[in-house]
T-cell receptor, first 114, second 114 residues
Framework: GENVEQHPSTLSVQEGDSAVIKCTYS??????FPWYKQELGKRPQLIID?????GEKKDQRIAVTLNKTAKHFSLHITETQPEDSAVYFC?????????????FGTGTQLKVEL | KAGVTQTPRYLIKTRGQQVTLSCSPI?????VSWYQQTPGQGLQFLFE???????NKGNFPGRFSGRQFSNSRSEMNVSTLELGDSALYLC?????????????FGPGTRLTVL
């Protein structure tokens, strides 16, 4: 089955700096890659996603890049703010069986320091 | 539209008991997936239901089961509870569960097994 590795497990940046989180996946058939942000005690919330027919997607301060050949995708957050502090999860799915089955990375605890 | 809701939010059970958790998807969403979140194992896929049929299943023992009703509401059941079943159980709904449509998470049910 699919396996997703995520690095780093913790990331501390100064406010205003950029943060990069990287994930690799094992199944070359994976075609959908969402990123979720989970604040303490709250539900995971989708912040951005990318499909395999696109190499890059941007939404204001957040961008995701996908390299299908190398089977890795990355989350880029620019001009970080204290409210960006949370755990970020990457995920991948092949849509096998015609349905949803997200395989998640182990999460990155991002801390934005003043 | 109202978001995904889950009941109850918190549960305390003892070993050997069984428990039923409920999930109401976003109106119009037909796919409901369940995930288990623990500090040690992260977010793991349990199963997915679409049009009252289980379409995908993760690597969990048969003690974990679920069902979906005609209004797309879903329940999951865990029988013969073990200490290791203590976790946050999250459900997520999506429009048609094609594998690449966005999954929206509920707030979760925090299960503690004593």
């Amino acid at each position: 089955g699919e396996n997703v590795e995520q690095h780093p497990s913790t990331l501390s940046v100064q406010e205003g700096d950029s943060a990069v989180i990287k994930c690799t996946y094992s199944d070359s058939a994976s075609n959908y890659f969402p990123w979720y942000k989970q604040e303490l005690g709250k539900r995971p919330q989708l912040i951005i996603d990318i499909r395999s027919n696109v190499g890059e997607k941007k939404d204001q301060r957040i961008a995701v890049t996908l390299n299908k050949t190398a089977k890795h995708f990355s989350l880029h957050i620019t001009e970080t703010q204290p409210e960006d502090s949370a755990v970020y999860f990457c995920a991948a799915t092949t849509g096998t069986g015609g349905g949803n089955k997200l395989t998640f990375g182990t999460g990155t605890q991002l801390k934005v320091e003043l | 539209k109202a978001g995904v809701t889950q009941t109850p939010r918190y549960l305390i059970k003892t070993r050997g008991q069984q428990v039923t958790l409920s999930c109401s998807p976003i109106s119009g969403h037909r796919s409901v997936s369940w995930y288990q979140q623990t500090p040690g194992q992260g977010l793991q896929f349990l199963f997915e239901y679409f049009s009252e049929t289980q379409r995908n299943k993760g690597n969990f023992p048969g003690r974990f089961s679920g069902r979906q009703f005609s209004n797309s509401r879903s329940e999951m059941n865990v029988s013969t509870l073990e200490l290791g079943d203590s976790a946050l159980y999250l459900c997520a709904s999506s429009l048609d569960g094609t594998g690449t449509d966005t999954q929206y998470f509920g707030p979760g049910t925090r299960l503690t097994v004593l």
